[in-house]
């Protein structure tokens, strides 16, 4: 399942952290878990990590989970458990839900060509946040990205971590089509579209890598809890590595941390 919402707000923080997890139905076989009115760090990581605990289990009937910001979507078989059994199994996993239940962290290196045709919002996004286009560059390429969760189309990335200079309204006007690789900033979110779609966001440059390749053995090349780091390359390195891609023969930068 992917969640369907808007490219979340302009403004990050709401600072609502609920003193005890709200269970809400949703439909008659899923159960949303929601644990804050707030977009963070630390309260997507108990998303994060309840869904681990979750998958580490495997609890009999619980059929799947979708992560958001602030909130765990669980389906379950209301055939194999009731609402009651189904809340009581995962308010006894929310105590241990937190930055020490996590699957293994993984830094993934994105090459993006930055500006012209592939980034073309980028020295509007420049003068309206009075910075060169090169300092908006040097900027975003040098922060490292969270993956808060996966939505909207198969593979998008909502993501922070972006400086706060970099802070900027998204457009007045979405665009109906923006290509698929498009890398974007709105708000205090970056975005990377992995399919043609409408959007909203500054487009500042372009990935020649896939995050959604439905033949691929691994179709969604990102997952909730990456930290991304964009990698500077030119018009000639973005077309070999197009052609690499296409070839089969390109494989990302990612470095999993064990133990």
Same mark, same amino acid.
């Given at each position: 399942?992917?969640?369907?919402?808007?490219?979340?707000?302009?403004?990050?923080?709401?600072?609502?952290?609920?003193?005890?997890?709200?269970?809400?139905?949703?439909?008659?076989?899923?159960?949303?878990?929601?644990?804050?009115?707030?977009?963070?760090?630390?309260?997507?990581?108990?998303?994060?990590?309840?869904?681990?605990?979750?998958?580490?289990?495997?609890?009999?009937?619980?059929?799947?989970?979708?992560?958001?910001?602030?909130?765990?979507?669980?389906?379950?078989?209301?055939?194999?458990?009731?609402?009651?059994?189904?809340?009581?199994?995962?308010?006894?996993?929310?105590?241990?839900?937190?930055?020490?239940?996590?699957?293994?962290?993984?830094?993934?290196?994105?090459?993006?060509?930055?500006?012209?045709?592939?980034?073309?919002?980028?020295?509007?996004?420049?003068?309206?946040?009075?910075?060169?286009?090169?300092?908006?560059?040097?900027?975003?390429?040098?922060?490292?990205?969270?993956?808060?969760?996966?939505?909207?189309?198969?593979?998008?990335?909502?993501?922070?971590?972006? /400086?706060? =200079? $970099?802070?900027? &309204?998204?457009?007045?006007? @979405?665009?109906?089509?923006? #290509?698929?690789?498009? *890398?974007?900033?709105?708000?205090?979110?970056?975005?990377?579209?992995?399919?043609?779609?409408?959007?909203?966001?500054?487009?500042?440059?372009?990935? /020649?890598? =896939? $995050?959604?390749? &439905?033949?691929?053995?691994? @179709?969604?090349?990102?997952? #909730?809890?990456?930290? *991304?780091?964009?990698?500077?390359?030119?018009?000639?390195?973005?077309?070999?590595?197009?052609?690499?891609?296409?070839?089969?023969?390109?494989?990302?930068?990612?470095?999993?941390?064990?133990?």
């Amino acid at each position: 399942m992917v969640p369907i919402s808007s490219w979340g707000s302009d403004q990050e923080e709401h600072h609502i952290i609920y003193a005890e997890p709200k269970f809400l139905p949703a439909g008659d076989r899923a159960v949303s878990v929601e644990l804050a009115d707030e977009i963070s760090v630390e309260v997507n990581t108990r998303v994060r990590s309840l869904e681990y605990l979750i998958h580490e289990e495997r609890p009999a009937g619980i059929l799947e989970t979708v992560p958001t910001f602030r909130a765990l979507l669980v389906y379950y078989d209301p055939l194999t458990l009731g609402w009651d059994e189904v809340v009581g199994r995962l308010r006894g996993l929310l105590p241990r839900a937190g930055a020490g239940h996590l699957p293994p962290s993984r830094l993934v290196e994105l090459p993006c060509c930055y500006g012209g045709e592939h980034g073309p919002d980028l020295e509007a996004a420049g003068a309206r946040l009075a910075l060169a286009p090169e300092e908006v560059v040097r900027l975003h390429a040098g922060a490292e990205h969270l993956v808060y969760f996966l939505g909207f189309t198969p593979g998008l990335p909502y993501m922070t971590g972006m /400086p706060e =200079r $970099l802070t900027i &309204p998204r457009l007045e006007t @979405p665009r109906t089509r923006v #290509p698929a690789g498009m *890398v974007g900033i709105g708000g205090n979110q970056c975005c990377i579209y992995p399919v043609e779609s409408p959007g909203g966001y500054w487009l500042l440059g372009r990935t /020649p890598l =896939r $995050l959604y390749d &439905p033949a691929a053995p691994d @179709p969604i090349l990102l997952r #909730p809890g990456d930290r *991304v780091r964009f990698r500077v390359i030119d018009a000639a390195e973005y077309r070999a590595i197009v052609e690499a891609v296409a070839a089969g023969s390109f494989r990302p930068e990612i470095v999993e941390a064990r133990g």
